[in-house]
Structures are given as C-alpha cells and as structure tokens.
C-alpha cells in the first residue's frame, strides 16, 4: 500500500524479486539523474508560459443562460466586464477630466457618467431625477467602465491598473476585475511561501518521525522535481484556475509523500537483513511499484472523479492533479532510488530511532475492547452528519479572496474597499444587467423599467427609456449614450440592486426581474455577478452529489479488484466517509463560512488519499488471516506493524497543508488546506481506532467475502507455511 514494511518472507524470495525493472533503474540510475535534470527546462519554461484564470465565473457550462448572455454582451456591444468607480469630493471639471483620461485607456470600451447621460442642450431638470441621483449625489459621483474583453482576460486586468494610476485617493474601482486585480497580485505574493511553508514542515515532521535525518531532504528533492514537471506540462491546457496553481504544488506534496515513505522503508528492511545496498534497492523499487500501484489508483480516482463536474473547474484542478500522482509515483520509482544511492554513505552517518512508539500494546487493547471503539463510532456518526448537513457554503467571492481582509495591506484590498464605499455612497451591492430587444416600443420599455424599479432591493435602473421617454425623445439622449446601451438590436440595462451576491434575497430579486423582463421580451437574459452566483448555487449542488458518487463508486470498485473482497470495499469507503463527514461536520457546527469548492474538494481529496491508510491495513490483515492466523492475531499484527506508517504519512500531510491553511490570506485556499490538515488526522484516527475493531467485528463476513480468506483456502494456505 502506500507506506509500510513489507512482509518477512525470507531472503530468497526477496532476490527473486530483485530483478526486472528495479535492477533497470539501478543500473540506470545516473542516466536518471541527468535526465530528471534536463527536463527541468522544458517544464521550467512550460510552467511560465502557462496562463492563470482568477474569474471563477469563468468555469461555468455554456450551456447556461448567464453564459449566453455574456457572450451575447461581448458579441454585440462589445463589452466584456464593466466596474464602477466611485468618487468623492471632486469638482465638475475634475469629473470631466477623469472620464477623459478614462475613456483613452487601451481597451476600455465606453465610459457612461452623468455627463455622458445628459445632453447639454437639454436642461438637467428634464431629465428624471433617479438618472440623476443613479450617477451624483451630495458627496459623490459614479463611473460607469465598460470594457471590451473578459473580465479576467490579460487586457482588461491591464486597463483595470492603468485606471488605478490614473485616480486619486479619492476614487473607489468597485467590480470583478478589480477583484481580479487584487486577487491575482495578493496570490503572487503568497504562492511561493505555500511551497516553502509545506516543505520546511514536512521536513521536519519525517526528520522526526523517520529513522533518517538526511533522506526526507532527498524525499523533497525527488517530489519537487515530480511538482515542477507537473506544473510544466500544464503548458497544455493552455491555462490553469489560480487555485490550482495556488494548491497544486502543497497538494502533491501532500498525497504522494507515502511512495517515497514505502521506498524508504523497504530499502531500509533489505539493508538491515544483509542486501547489498544496490540489489536491496533493486527488491525496495520492484516492492514499491507494485504496492503503491492500487493506493496511487484510489488517489487518481479521486481527482478524475471531478472532471463529473459541470462547473469546470473542477476538470482544471482533477486532471492537473491526476497528472501530479502518476509523475509523483514514476518520480519515486526512479529519481528517488538514483538519489538514495548516489547519497548512501550520508544516509547511513545520519540514521537515528524514530520517535514513534512501540505500538503493540495499543494494539492488544484495540482488539481487546473493539466493541468500546464501535460504540464511539456510532455516537460520533451521529452529530458528524448534522454538523455535515448544516454546513455554512458561501457563494460571496469576496469572503472567498480576502478572508481577513482588515488585517491586509492596502494594495491588496483595493476592490473591498471600493465595495463598501459603493454601498455606502450609493446603497449598490452588485449590479445586474439586462439584454433586451431594441424595439421594445418607448411606452412598454419604460413601464418595463419602472416595474423592475418598484422591485424591492432595486436602487436605480439605467436604460435607455430610463433615459429618455414622455420628456426626452429618444433622439435627443446623447449618442455616445446610444451606442452604450444599443447595439445590433439589442439594448443593454444596468440595474443596481442593493442586496449581497448569493444571498437569498438576491437570488429572489433575480428571478422577479427576470419574470417582469419576460412579459416584455421572452428572449431577453439577466446576466453579471449576481445571476452567475445563482447559477452556480443551482449547479454546484447537482455537482457535489455527482462527484461523490462517482469518486466513492471508483474508490470502491479499486479496493474490490485489489483487495480481491466484496465486504472489504464497503468496510474501507464507510469508514473513510464517517472521517470525511466528522471533518465537515466540525465545521457546520463552528459555523464556519465554507466556499462552495471546498466541501467537492474535501470529499474527493479525504476520500481518494487517506482511504489508501485503510487499504495498507486490510492488507496486512488479510495477509496474516491467509497465513492461518486468527483473527485477533491477525488484527493486532496489522495494526501494530501498519499503524507507525499511518501516523508518518498522516502527520506529513497534515504539516504540508496546515502551516499553508494557517498561514493563506486567501480565504478558500487557507480553509481548504485548514481542512485538509484536519481530515488527515481524522482520517488517521478512524483508521487506527476504529478500522482494527471494525475487522475484528466482521472477521466471519469477510473471511466468506474475500478470496483467500475463505476456510479452505486459510487451511490450505496455514499448511504451505508449515
């Protein structure tokens, strides 16, 4: 399995093993070397020509109206993101000024402002007052930015810093591209600390916990190279999520540090039995590559399992990392032997006694009173799914960027303040957009505009009826206004609404606007930010259950073919699920604000990597039940021998994630590796206490279940031994 010591078959059945692809990589292993180190510079070169996508919109199905919608707004007026600036305290002739500089920035498509809005020869009385009180009131002003690419594409991001040199202290730029902006510069910021946080605390927990102090160095150095390949080859995909990249690295470190663990230790076994260090070597890659092939299958299952997701970023993040586990493996099987061997005499001058404790009695007493760990099992399940079932899920992408936003500088927090100063100066939390048919006759588009006006939470609606009407013919409304709002038969209206993105009340004013658009035009769409975030709330629940399925189906279907046992998968996958559930369920209870991705993220990523402690188990137990022990023997030789390499590869990932987690600004990052480092524990927990008293309990059932184990064969197999 993942990590652990290889069973004592003897010295002879050992150098049979010794022979085929780990001599190979013996006899090779310099030719390794200096290949691991050539293809540094293709990935190297892959790695910083790979493109990072911050707008989690984005990922959203085309399939979806808000989807359409945006590409229509693109295709026909072409326009792309928009923000809001806002501005206090400046004079008419400054405004004028800003909007000037504004409007000569590269790719800013359009510029609406009160002067845009207002034709000069028409008096400002005749124009309705909420058109005036939408863009000035007493002590402020509001910019309307259109731009004419995504809101996150390289443009628009350019722009969006152009026009903050331009401003003052005075003026706020609100909106998803600012967002971006800031999101993109605070994750550049950390991202190279996450590696060095997980690296340094993962070095010092295998220091510890293992009996070398030199070769976690070269554990490090082997799976850096496997990271820095992955990251290279993403050059493929043209571009990745930001949170992948912001993860992937921790991430791999995290699940594949066992390969290297198991290497370590049955070289170790073969040394101290007498190997000669090359051909002990040779025996450790040949037993590692056919250990680790079912646990790496389970953790790769995991990670596929989210290309089921309709949001595609969950494709971005599972193929990326399915990617990281198999280079993780290979890496394992070849560099880390060369290095080991090419630093021999090191590792052998700064061996020591691992710290981890004997752990037989602790084993007597779990099969002595499993019938305790049961009980506590089942008293646990229950708050476990009511904690689970009351999970807080935020949809708010700013609590997902700045989880402490108060507490950053100010360079990073520059679109949060902008958000307030909207929602202070103008009640504006989020603004919708509506693109209806142009030739909606004047009367019916104005009455339309002043229903969606009299919805609740709605502050002001800009259109062109808003605009123009019974007292300022259409013709009369500026041109450049004109071809803001109307382009290709289509009009475009921004409606201001004064409700949070996500929340319940929001969602209800979107379906009330799109209900009295519809009276006027069937075809028209409501598209920005807050009709996206309601899509996405629909899709991502579908999302969460099919993932789930599938991961746990994959998961099961692993076990069964490589444990040979129809009551073994379902034993593993429930226990592994109760640790998955336990660890979401302390964060319902702690009412703990959880983006969307993470309870996705959290179920595969428990599930497909710390399934593989129970696997190491079972195995063991099966192993010594097919030898013809019974069970309680069985059980405690499983748990005595396998529990040590749990805890190693346990506490290593727990210290590759929860420095990151305690140390991220960005909100989802710092709460998924948070949770991440808990559920490692958990799952380290489930499987020590609970997983032994669990065979104990259904030893009968999964004796009659599992090849091998089945009476005659446990007969047949005690008298070989003999």
Same mark, same amino acid.
């Not at 609590?399 to 360079?411: C, G, I, Q, T, Y």
């Not at 019974?470 to 013709?475: I, K, L």
């Not at 040979?564 to 964060?587: C, K, R, T």
């Given at each position: 399995?993942?990590?652990?010591?290889?069973?004592?078959?003897?010295?002879?059945?050992?150098?049979?093993?010794?022979?085929?692809?780990?001599?190979?990589?013996?006899?090779?292993?310099?030719?390794?070397?200096?290949?691991?180190?050539?293809?540094?510079?293709?990935?190297?070169?892959?790695?910083?020509?790979?493109?990072?996508?911050?707008?989690?919109?984005?990922?959203?199905?085309?399939?979806?109206?808000?989807?359409?919608?945006?590409?229509?707004?693109?295709?026909?007026?072409?326009?792309?993101?928009?923000?809001?600036?806002?501005?206090?305290?400046?004079?008419?002739?400054?405004?004028?000024?800003?909007?000037?500089?504004?409007?000569?920035?590269?790719?800013?498509?359009?510029?609406?402002?009160?002067?845009?809005?207002?034709?000069?020869?028409?008096?400002?009385?005749?124009?309705?007052?909420? +058109?005036?009180?939408?863009?000035?009131?007493?002590?402020?002003?509001?910019?309307?930015?259109?731009?004419?690419?995504?809101?996150?594409?390289?443009?628009?991001?350019?722009?969006?810093?152009?026009?903050?040199?331009?401003?003052?202290?005075?003026?706020?730029?609100?909106?998803?591209?600012?967002?971006?902006?800031?999101?993109?510069?605070?994750?550049?910021?950390?991202?190279?600390?996450?590696?060095?946080?997980?690296?340094?605390?993962?070095?010092?927990?295998?220091?510890?916990?293992?009996?070398?102090?030199?070769?976690?160095?070269?554990?490090?150095?082997?799976?850096?190279?496997?990271?820095?390949?992955?990251?290279?080859?993403?050059?493929?995909?043209?571009?990745?999520?930001?949170?992948?990249?912001?993860?992937?690295?921790?991430?791999?470190?995290?699940?594949?540090?066992?390969?290297?663990?198991?290497?370590?230790?049955?070289?170790?076994?073969?040394?101290?039995?007498?190997?000669?260090?090359?051909?002990?070597?040779?025996?450790?890659?040949?037993?590692?590559?056919?250990?680790?092939?079912?646990?790496?299958?389970?953790?790769?299952?995991?990670?596929?399992?989210?290309?089921?997701?309709?949001?595609?970023?969950?494709?971005?993040?599972?193929?990326?990392?399915?990617?990281?586990?198999?280079?993780?493996?290979?890496?394992?099987?070849? +560099?880390?032997?060369?290095?080991?061997?090419?630093?021999?005499?090191?590792?052998?001058?700064?061996?020591?006694?691992?710290?981890?404790?004997?752990?037989?009695?602790?084993?007597?007493?779990?099969?002595?009173?499993?019938?305790?760990?049961?009980?506590?099992?089942?008293?646990?399940?229950?708050?476990?799914?009511?904690?689970?079932?009351?999970?807080?899920?935020?949809?708010?992408?700013?609590?997902?960027?700045?989880?402490?936003?108060?507490?950053?500088?100010?360079?990073?927090?520059?679109?949060?303040?902008?958000?307030?100063?909207?929602?202070?100066?103008?009640?504006?939390?989020?603004?919708?957009?509506?693109?209806?048919?142009?030739? +909606?006759?004047?009367?019916?588009?104005?009455?339309?505009?002043?229903?969606?006006?009299?919805?609740?939470?709605?502050?002001?609606?800009?259109?062109?009826?808003?605009?123009?009407?019974?007292?300022?013919?259409?013709?009369?409304?500026?041109?450049?206004?004109?071809?803001?709002?109307?382009?290709?038969?289509?009009?475009?209206?921004?409606?201001?609404?004064?409700?949070?993105?996500?929340?319940?009340?929001?969602?209800?004013?979107?379906?009330?606007?799109?209900?009295?658009?519809?009276?006027?035009?069937?075809?028209?769409?409501?598209?920005?930010?807050?009709?996206?975030?309601?899509?996405?709330?629909?899709?991502?629940?579908?999302?969460?259950?099919?993932?789930?399925?599938?991961?746990?189906?994959?998961?099961?279907?692993?076990?069964?073919?490589?444990?040979?046992?129809?009551?073994?998968?379902?034993?593993?996958?429930?226990?592994?699920?109760?640790?998955?559930?336990?660890?979401?369920?302390?964060?319902?209870?702690?009412?703990?604000?959880?983006?969307?991705?993470?309870?996705?993220?959290?179920?595969? +990523?428990?599930?497909?990597?710390?399934?593989?402690?129970?696997?190491?188990?079972?195995?063991?137990?099966?192993?010594?039940?097919?030898?013809?022990?019974?069970?309680?023997?069985?059980?405690?030789?499983?748990?005595?021998?396998?529990?040590?390499?749990?805890?190693?590869?346990?506490?290593?990932?727990?210290?590759?994630?929860?420095?990151?987690?305690?140390?991220?600004?960005?909100?989802?990052?710092?709460?998924?590796?948070?949770?991440?480092?808990?559920?490692?524990?958990?799952?380290?927990?489930?499987?020590?206490?609970?997983?032994?008293?669990?065979?104990?309990?259904?030893?009968?059932?999964?004796?009659?279940?599992?090849?091998?184990?089945?009476?005659?064969?446990?007969?047949?197999?005690?008298?070989?031994?003999?």
């Amino acid at each position: 399995m993942k990590s652990g010591r290889s069973i004592d078959n003897g010295p002879k059945l050992e150098r049979d093993r010794s022979g085929g692809f780990g001599r190979a990589v013996v006899k090779s292993r310099y030719v390794i070397l200096v290949i691991a180190v050539l293809l540094l510079i293709p990935s190297i070169i892959g790695y910083q020509n790979t493109k990072i996508n911050y707008d989690m919109l984005y990922y959203l199905p085309d399939s979806m109206e808000t989807v359409k919608g945006q590409d229509l707004l693109l295709d026909d007026f072409g326009k792309g993101a928009f923000s809001i600036l806002v501005t206090e305290n400046m004079t008419t002739g400054e405004m004028r000024k800003l909007t000037s500089q504004i409007e000569d920035v590269d790719h800013v498509d359009s510029v609406v402002d009160l002067a845009s809005v207002i034709d000069p020869n028409v008096p400002t009385a005749m124009y309705p007052k909420v +058109i005036r009180d939408n863009l000035k009131n007493q002590d402020a002003s509001m910019i309307v930015i259109f731009f004419d690419d995504s809101t996150s594409a390289a443009p628009t991001i350019n722009a969006v810093g152009e026009i903050r040199k331009i401003c003052t202290k005075d003026c706020y730029l609100a909106g998803m591209s600012s967002m971006v902006v800031d999101l993109k510069n605070l994750c550049e910021a950390e991202e190279a600390k996450y590696v060095a946080i997980a690296v340094v605390l993962s070095l010092i927990a295998m220091m510890a916990m293992l009996d070398s102090l030199f070769a976690p160095i070269l554990f490090l150095i082997s799976i850096g190279l496997a990271i820095i390949y992955n990251l290279g080859s993403n050059i493929i995909f043209g571009e990745i999520s930001y949170i992948t990249k912001a993860i992937a690295a921790v991430l791999q470190l995290a699940v594949t540090m066992d390969y290297s663990i198991f290497l370590w230790h049955s070289y170790i076994e073969h040394i101290d039995r007498g190997f000669e260090r090359h051909e002990a070597m040779a025996c450790a890659v040949n037993a590692t590559l056919t250990s680790v092939s079912g646990s790496s299958l389970t953790t790769i299952a995991g990670f596929l399992s989210m290309c089921f997701m309709s949001y595609t970023m969950g494709i971005d993040l599972g193929i990326v990392m399915a990617k990281g586990v198999l280079l993780g493996v290979i890496s394992s099987v070849t +560099i880390l032997p060369a290095l080991l061997l090419l630093f021999s005499n090191t590792l052998v001058r700064t061996r020591h006694k691992s710290i981890i404790p004997d752990m037989s009695r602790l084993s007597v007493r779990l099969t002595t009173k499993y019938g305790i760990y049961l009980a506590i099992f089942a008293l646990l399940l229950i708050p476990a799914v009511i904690g689970y079932n009351n999970l807080n899920i935020t949809y708010d992408f700013t609590k997902m960027v700045a989880s402490n936003a108060d507490d950053l500088p100010a360079k990073y927090t520059q679109f949060y303040t902008a958000q307030n100063k909207q929602k202070e100066d103008f009640d504006i939390a989020t603004t919708h957009m509506i693109i209806a048919d142009a030739d +909606i006759p004047d009367e019916e588009g104005e009455k339309m505009l002043h229903e969606i006006q009299d919805i609740k939470g709605t502050k002001t609606v800009l259109g062109i009826d808003s605009v123009a009407g019974a007292s300022v013919p259409r013709e009369m409304v500026p041109k450049k206004l004109q071809d803001s709002l109307i382009a290709n038969g289509h009009q475009l209206i921004l409606v201001n609404s004064s409700y949070n993105v996500s929340t319940e009340k929001c969602n209800k004013q979107i379906d009330e606007i799109k209900d009295v658009v519809a009276k006027y035009d069937k075809s028209a769409k409501v598209i920005g930010e807050g009709p996206a975030t309601k899509d996405l709330i629909n899709i991502t629940a579908e999302d969460f259950k099919m993932v789930s399925f599938v991961s746990i189906l994959a998961v099961f279907l692993i076990i069964f073919f490589v444990l040979q046992s129809a009551s073994l998968p379902i034993i593993l996958v429930l226990a592994i699920e109760f640790a998955i559930y336990l660890n979401m369920g302390i964060s319902g209870f702690s009412g703990l604000e959880v983006p969307f991705l993470v309870p996705v993220l959290i179920s595969t +990523i428990q599930l497909g990597s710390t399934v593989d402690y129970a696997i190491l188990m079972s195995t063991r137990y099966k192993t010594e039940r097919s030898y013809g022990r019974a069970k309680r023997e069985a059980v405690e030789i499983a748990s005595a021998t396998c529990s040590p390499s749990i805890i190693v590869s346990a506490l290593s990932f727990f210290a590759a994630t929860f420095g990151v987690g305690l140390y991220s600004n960005v909100g989802i990052i710092s709460t998924l590796c948070n949770m991440m480092a808990r559920g490692a524990i958990i799952s380290m927990l489930t499987v020590i206490f609970v997983l032994p008293s669990a065979l104990m309990a259904f030893d009968g059932f999964i004796c009659r279940t599992t090849r091998g184990l089945r009476k005659k064969d446990r007969i047949a197999a005690a008298e070989a031994q003999q």
